[in-house]
């Protein structure tokens, strides 16, 4: 059930109107938002329902245990047991088949021919995102931040509440757990941001992502040499392809979470509009990015040891980062990549230089802020070629292309002429979001002062989404 399919427009008011006609009953009303998770979640995959109940009970069984264990080793036992066989799920899923054929690949330039046993499964909707939920639940127990959940309800609402349950933000359990055991009331003003979150959210996937997505497949997918310019352009479409795609996703998700009265977290914040590659990290995925942080990257000792200490604990970070977006070296040398473009902060503890928003309270950034955003995008842009590949050949072959002859030639490729309006369109999106860049989101104010612009600019949003309707596409991170 897409975000922006016709049956979660069905979906969601039919779950809204039952959940605030209970409002008086916070129980009913959890189980209600449990009922409406698993169905949303079946209609992806009912044949993987089990594996999320049972990935719930177990951490909501283990938390309990540990909590009430007599002793720290039978903590500790407990705690184990939970991790592994959580990591165990989604190792077996997820990296089982990566893992084998790497190691036949290897025993093969030895001259050692196999003939390894793989899964034929597909990867079960959103496992990377509530293992995530779930261990960072149980880490936090076993490190005395948090008492276990005893209402096994509310603890399974925290884990599969439909609007992030396939693809984050990756909340913790001390942010959303208490807003599930809290009464909540109907905040009209909550509501309203909600819609317009949902609003742009829409836009951003079906009117930017999507068709980027047409012209970025068709340049990557192309059989046949392209030029150095075309490739970029595929590039450059690929780039706002993601962003908009899961920038997007979050956006619907966080609105559709305030229309029950659930705040999530904050998961983009105008990334591309960052002054170097550390600040475009505090700005992507920022529930995953803060997750790696808080969970592995802190334990590893964080930036209180030294300069070695630190380079090491980086690339550790972002390894893992890559690993976790899929079983394929194209991730890992992605996540490698960017962490080569951050180590120059880190070496010289310039990381945390630009903590502030872009060019505050000015309508324009000054000559050195343009330069070092066209830097950050363009190291991203680059980075993103290895993430969009379908192998390192593939990429290889891709960036070589690049610095060939016929970089500044004219692009060609199917669609060239139909591309100049989303290229149009994007380049509307970028000055919506830069006026937008002190916001939560980009139109959370637009117009806040004339209800004539303000209504206008909302059918004209509205307009565009019908008509870019006709071709829809998956969400990208639903593969992660």
């Known amino acids: 059930m897409l975000f922006s399919s016709i049956s979660f427009a069905i979906f969601l008011p039919i779950v809204f109107a039952f959940y605030w006609l209970v409002k008086k009953d916070l129980k009913i009303q959890n189980i209600v938002l449990l009922v409406a998770s698993y169905f949303f979640y079946s209609c992806w995959s009912y044949k993987f329902l089990f594996l999320l109940i049972f990935s719930t009970f177990l951490d909501y069984f283990t938390g309990i245990k540990m909590f009430d264990a007599g002793s720290p080793k039978s903590k500790k036992a407990w705690f184990l047991l939970s991790v592994l066989i959580n990591v165990g799920f989604l190792g077996v899923f997820k990296y089982y088949n990566f893992f084998v054929s790497s190691f036949a690949e290897g025993l093969s330039l030895l001259g050692i021919s196999t003939h390894p046993w793989t899964l034929n499964v597909i990867l079960p909707v959103g496992i990377s995102f509530y293992t995530f939920h779930g261990l960072s639940y149980v880490i936090d127990i076993y490190k005395n931040r948090i008492q276990p959940v005893r209402n096994f309800t509310d603890y399974a609402v925290f884990v599969s509440f439909f609007p992030l349950l396939v693809a984050g933000p990756i909340e913790r359990a001390t942010h959303l757990l208490p807003q599930i055991q809290q009464p909540r009331t109907f905040e009209y003003g909550q509501a309203i941001a909600g819609l317009r979150q949902i609003l742009w959210g829409l836009f951003k996937k079906i009117v930017i992502a999507d068709n980027c997505a047409e012209y970025a497949n068709t340049i990557f997918n192309s059989h046949i040499p392209v030029g150095g310019s075309t490739v970029v352009m595929g590039a450059i479409f690929f780039t706002f392809q993601i962003y908009c795609d899961f920038s997007g996703y979050s956006d619907i998700a966080q609105g559709t979470a305030r229309l029950f009265g659930i705040e999530l977290l904050r998961n983009f914040a105008f990334p591309y509009f960052s002054r170097d590659i550390a600040e475009f990290w505090r700005r992507w995925h920022i529930s995953l990015s803060s997750w790696f942080r808080d969970y592995l990257y802190i334990p590893l000792g964080g930036s209180k040891v030294g300069v070695w200490m630190k380079i090491r604990n980086t690339f550790i970070i972002f390894l893992v980062s890559g690993f976790w977006h899929g079983a394929n070296w194209t991730f890992i040398f992605w996540g490698l990549l960017n962490a080569i473009y951050i180590m120059p902060s880190i070496i010289f503890n310039t990381n945390r230089n630009y903590l502030g928003i872009v060019a505050q309270g000015r309508r324009l950034p000054s000559f050195k802020e343009v330069i070092q955003i066209s830097t950050t995008f363009a190291l991203t842009v680059f980075a993103w070629i290895f993430f969009r590949s379908e192998n390192l050949h593939q990429a290889f072959t891709y960036v070589h292309a690049i610095f060939?002859?016929?970089?500044?030639?004219?692009?060609?490729?199917?669609?060239?002429?139909?591309?100049?309006?989303?290229?149009?369109?994007?380049?509307?999106?970028?000055?919506?979001?830069?006026?937008?860049?002190?916001?939560?989101?980009?139109?959370?104010?637009?117009?806040?002062?004339?209800?004539?612009?303000?209504?206008?600019?909302?059918?004209?949003?509205?307009?565009?989404?019908?008509?870019?309707?006709?071709?829809?596409?998956?969400?990208?991170?639903?593969?992660?």
Not at 416 to 423: A, C, D, E, G, W
Not at 443 to 449: D, E, L, Q, V
């Open 404 to 480: 060939s002859h016929s970089l500044l030639s004219v692009p060609y490729y199917n669609g060239r002429f139909s591309s100049i309006l989303v290229l149009l369109l994007v380049g509307i999106f970028l000055l919506v979001e830069w006026r937008g860049r002190e916001r939560e989101f980009a139109i959370a104010k637009i117009f806040s002062g004339n209800v004539f612009l303000r209504w206008t600019a909302y059918y004209l949003i509205v307009f565009a989404i019908i008509v870019s309707s006709g071709k829809p596409q998956a969400f990208i991170y639903f593969q992660f």
